[in-house]
């Protein structure tokens, strides 16, 4: 299998989205990464899913503490083969053959193909996109010259991947109860402590981590951000201990554990005063990583009942002959055609407030590309979960078997709901948005916009969207008559529908370009939004099955129209 050549419409969003001088280079290492993915580290995925899950050696012959993890052999190879193509330095540093920086669509475009196979590893990968963020932006140029190099790193120099602690036991998604205390010696500190859910312990060079510093005020506004190498220039532990690992349900492949610092040396990153706030960017950051996770599950759960359905005999003919079967995968090919380009919509804007590109970014683009990412992250993560189910279902018996891919599609997809926050965590952050900011003003704004772009052949099919933005009014307006306390309660169903809304409307901006299968998939999507009726009167799944099962690139001519 090739993930990227096997997904026309994949090209069709980057067409969009990818400057062209960096498009040709970019579609030949997509095409070549799409093979390895579908091919070798999907076959090493496996292995590491069932034989060859990280362990943790915890003591030498001479039973010293070493904390050592254990990785196989085929999951280091993954390692080099991933970081190699670029999907973090190109990010930051120049792309030799363009004598350019690449960007976060191109990376997170290697990301969704990456999770198509193993969404578990695209966790250190995403742990380690955050930390060089975070040096890159914030640290003073002597943290830069020695660690940057090493993460960025793809090839040229030994490769430091990267880990973000925050987690610790009493506090959970309450990262201002966090207890971990940072004590200055001279030109660095000194960190002592625990981090009860660290993803890519072990595996990391270095670790992000957030402390207080003695003195320092309770609550986040005390919280300062600290780069920890894991070991010593001497190759010996940094002070650092691993409790255990945690035996997780699902991405099985990212060693995750419960840490003590015993004084680790640690380096201040920027103000002392801003740890969280610069946390909070590296989330927003790891959120549209996970989205991407999650829409990478959903097309892989895609591909595998398509797969199946037009090989599998059942009554005397194939299973995607039969018209309820031609219903569920026309949805789920809708569905994720259209999360995918709403997805792709929200990191164009988050190249431009996160990039170090130059780019004059307004305070109203900055509210709506938090929001965005609230709303993405918390759907997606949820259909990631229900398409895996899904396609279980098309597979029937064979779907709950570990010799498919299916089992650890569903086991992967339910941690993405929880990772980098869950529904209720981002309901409330849509909800601090809208109190703090007006962010639905924001929000109505910028979709009034792109729906006035909208050309005649299209407008037959917005009534829906404007029915839901008046629906949202009047959400909103009831919302402001209740106490803080109680507009919690209905956090979740106003982003869900704001969820609905964007999701409509990037449907139909791609029924703007992609012609006649492209209205079909916006109808088809409007349909399972806004209409609950039982009986399907048109059924489109039915009448255009074929249409829906072929999605073709941009034509020339609609891409001039960009």
Known sequence: ????????????????????????????????????????????????????????????????????????????????????????????????????????????AQGYLLSQTEAGFYCPVTLTMATSYLIDHYADEELKKKFLPHVLSTGETELYEGATFLTERQGGSDVGANETIAVKEGDHYRLTGEKYFASNAGACGVATVLARIEGAPSGTKGLSLFLVPWKQEDGVLNHIKIRRLKDKLGVRAVP???????????????????????????????RVCNAVASVGIM???????????????????????????????????????????????????????????????TDEEKILHRLLIALVKMRTAEEAVQFSHEAIEMHGGNGYIEDFVTPRLLRDAQVLTVWEGTANILGLEVLRLLNKYNGELIFRSHMDELIGTLPNHVEPYVQPVMNGLEKLDEYIHLLKKYSPEMQTYYAKPIANLMADIYLCVSALLEAKLGGERKILIARQFSKLIWNHEKVDKDVLPVQFFDVFMNPATRSSESQKSK
């Open 1 to 108: 299998m090739n993930f990227f050549l096997e997904d026309p419409n994949f090209r069709f969003v980057l067409d969009y989205y990818l400057d062209d001088t960096l498009k040709d280079w970019a579609y030949k290492e997509l095409e070549q990464f799409g093979g390895h993915c579908g091919s070798e580290i999907d076959e090493r995925a496996v292995h590491t899913d069932r034989e060859g899950q990280p362990k943790l050696i915890k003591f030498d012959r001479h039973g010293n503490d070493i904390s050592h993890i254990w990785l196989n052999e085929g999951y280091k190879k993954t390692v080099e083969q991933v970081y190699n193509k670029g999907i973090v330095g190109y990010i930051h540093k120049e792309i030799p053959e363009l004598n350019q920086k690449g960007n976060y669509i191109y990376s997170y």
């Open 256 to 286: 995750s554990a419960e840490v003590e610092f015993e004084g680790a040396k640690a380096y201040l990153i920027g103000k002392a005063d801003q740890g969280f706030h610069y946390m909070m960017e590296a989330l927003n950051l790891s």
């Open 299 to 361: 097309r892989r759960a895609t591909h595998e009942s398509k797969k199946y359905a037009f090989q599998r005999d059942a009554f005397g003919k194939k299973l995607a002959n039969y018209p309820m079967i031609k219903e569920t995968l026309v949805n789920m090919t809708v569905r994720q055609e259209v999360q995918l380009g709403g997805l792709f919509r929200l990191i164009a804007l988050f190249d431009q407030v996160m990039g170090k590109n130059g780019a004059k970014v």
